[in-house]
């Protein structure tokens, strides 16, 4: 599959994509990225990186690529209506994630609860616990993910 991915003849679902990047223990977004040494740098929207999961529709958009090299992950989600991210696997201890819905609705669900968000409502927690993303509404969602890394070799490993 990786050498599939390397050379662009598939592209892995969001659960496989982020099963990778746990095993090579790196963000998903760190897949993705180019090298964007020093000074300011604009993105434009064309230019983001972008993964598509091919079985839900779901838009994965890395926002800011320089961020990665300090441990945190800015990623743009677009999930259409009934599509489910499928379950993720939980992040190493120290991890902590924030979420912000710009648009539509969104239900976070882990093991023991689920939490239902709408456009403007924000959640942030410990992201070592699996989680999935589902479009709770009648329309595309659209939120913002923030991933915070930076602490996570303080942290021991489980």
């Known amino acids: 599959m990786l050498s599939e991915v ?18 090579l223990e790196c963000a998903v977004s760190d897949l993705l990225s180019q090298d964007l040494s ?12 972008r993964l598509v999961d091919p079985s ?5 958009h890395v926002l800011a690529p320089r961020l990665l090299s300090h441990g945190i992950e800015l ?4 999930v259409p209506k009934g599509s489910s991210s499928g379950q993720f696997p939980p992040h190493r201890a120290g991890v902590v994630a924030h979420v912000t819905i710009v ?7 882990t093991p023991r609860r689920r939490y239902r968000l709408r456009a403007g409502d924000s959640m942030t927690y410990p992201a070592g616990v699996a989680h999935e993303f589902k479009n709770a509404g009648s ?13 996570q070799r303080q942290a021991p490993i489980r």
């Open 56 to 60: 839900s529709g779901i838009e994965r």
């Open 139 to 151: 329309a595309t969602c659209e939120f913002v993910l923030i991933v915070d890394a930076s602490r």
């Open 103 to 109: 648009k539509g609705e969104l239900e976070s669900k």
């Open 75 to 78: 990623v743009w989600y677009v």
């Open 6 to 23: 390397e050379r662009n003849r598939k592209s892995p679902s969001l659960r496989v994509a982020s099963r990778i990047a746990e095993g």
């Open 38 to 49: 020093g000074g300011i740098t604009i993105q434009a929207r064309r230019q983001r990186r």
